[in-house]
């Protein structure tokens, strides 16, 4: 693996990790300075909301500046927003307004920063090797380290937070990520990170407001049209609000009334184990197995494991079965992020990739509500029937798709029709 490729995967590290560490501390920060619970939420919402209002607009930017240049500046973003805490804290006091303030600079790091990390892997990847599996075995390895990290990550921050309490100290180690990934991001050479043209100049000419919305309508036009692209985006939208209805209402319900409260953290746990294993397994022997392969057996194990999980018979099924939703889960997502990756031309990727991420966001708001309604009306195990069998639904009709059917060799050449198409 090269210098470039190092470099990459450490700086993705560290901050995906001092995010993790945030996502613990900054809610027990807001309690102990507000005393409010609802305080908590307000901050987590806004900090989601903006994420996802200014995910598209980031990826016009993407597409058209350096994404190494955009990486680094949204590091340091992100790191000045958790240094302004204690700083604020000390001056004037955090209040409420503080918190948002603070939270919404730093989502104008974070959104950004991560989808054009994202966009960076396929030119790392062409230059790293000319293998074939290359692509395969850097976007498993990213999915992998991702599951390690989500695991150590809130321990860490408990961890800094046990030693060192929700103050200052905490806060500039966790700020420290952030820069060290920015500083690491250096050694990923300049160049890969330069947009491709695609024969084309980008629309960076003309008014602005109209360049930007029309960059917007080409790639919006373009993920319509592509079937692959929409159909992996729509599969994905619908994990991720599934395990958010799982985390915010069926398991904390179920374990509570088992009087088992501890192990709904265990299960999520299990959940990112299982997908470690999974995108580890994926990356090393990538090339070898079709991404065909890999999506049937990910969809039926995912189905198998909604409903062990779904009915909710038993603890341990629950937590066996939480493993094996992310065991199995892991490869489909690297194997339709890979396709999705290689049909979507780099001109518009940032712009398609953001997209993805803000519709992705936006899930959970569809499937928390629905699901605890059921849970409250008809009880916890339909709840978690009817949500394995909406799954089940969405794995056999995507198995059956012609857009999943070939996963391999993806073409981003114009086609007639077909839904692959230039973005300029």
Not at 42 to 67: C, H, M, Q, Y
Not at 200 to 223: K, W
Request: charged share 10%; hydrophobic share 55%.
């Amino acid at each position: 693996m090269r210098q470039n490729t190092l470099a990459y995967f450490a700086s993705y590290s560290l901050s995906l990790l001092g995010n993790g560490i945030a996502s613990v501390l900054l809610p027990l920060l807001v309690l102990a300075r507000t005393g409010d619970v609802l305080a908590a939420g307000v901050v987590a919402s806004v900090t989601a909301g903006i994420s996802a209002l200014i995910g598209p607009f980031a990826g016009v930017l993407i597409d058209r500046v350096n994404r190494r240049t955009i990486s680094i500046a949204s590091d340091i973003l992100s790191a000045g927003a958790v240094m302004a805490l204690p700083i604020v804290d000390g001056l004037w006091g955090l209040t409420m307004h503080w918190f948002v303030i603070l939270a919404i600079l730093g989502a104008f790091g974070d959104a950004p920063g991560m989808t054009a990390r994202e966009v960076l892997l396929p030119r790392l990847a062409r230059e790293n090797s000319s293998r074939p599996d290359v692509l395969d075995r850097l976007v498993g390895t990213r999915e992998a380290l991702s599951g390690a990290l989500m695991l150590a990550a809130p321990g860490l921050g408990g961890l800094l937070i046990a030693i060192a309490g929700v103050g200052s100290t905490t806060l500039f180690i966790t700020a420290g990520t952030s820069l060290a990934a920015a500083v690491l991001s250096f050694g990923i050479r300049h160049s890969a990170g330069e947009p491709e043209k695609n024969g084309e100049m980008q629309n960076v000419h003309g008014h602005p407001i109209r360049s930007v919305i029309s960059d917007l309508l080409a790639a919006l036009r373009f993920l319509l049209k592509n079937r692959l692209v929409l159909g992996a985006t729509l599969l994905t939208a619908l994990f991720v609000a599934a395990s958010a209805a799982l985390q915010t209402s069926l398991l904390p319900a179920y374990f509570t009334a088992q009087d088992l409260p501890g192990l709904t953290g265990l299960v999520l746990s299990c959940m990112s184990a299982g997908g470690l294993i999974g995108a580890g397994v994926y990356a090393v022997v990538a090339g070898k197995i079709s991404r065909r392969t890999w999506f049937v057996v990910g969809m039926v194990g995912t189905t198998a494991g909604y409903f062990g999980l779904g009915v909710l018979a038993a603890p341990w099924l629950v937590v066996g079965s939480a493993f094996v939703i992310g065991l199995t889960g892991a490869p489909v997502s690297a194997a339709i992020g890979v396709a999705t990756i290689e049909a979507t031309p780099d001109n518009v990727r940032g712009r398609i990739l953001s997209a993805q991420n803000a519709i992705t966001m936006a899930a959970p708001a569809i499937s928390a509500a629905p699901i605890a309604a059921i849970a409250s009306g008809f009880g916890l195990s339909n709840a978690g029937i009817t949500l394995a069998v909406i799954i089940a639904a969405a794995c056999a009709l995507s198995i059956a798709a012609p857009a999943f059917r070939n996963l391999n060799s993806i073409s981003t050449a114009p086609s007639s029709g077909r839904g692959n198409e230039r973005v300029t």
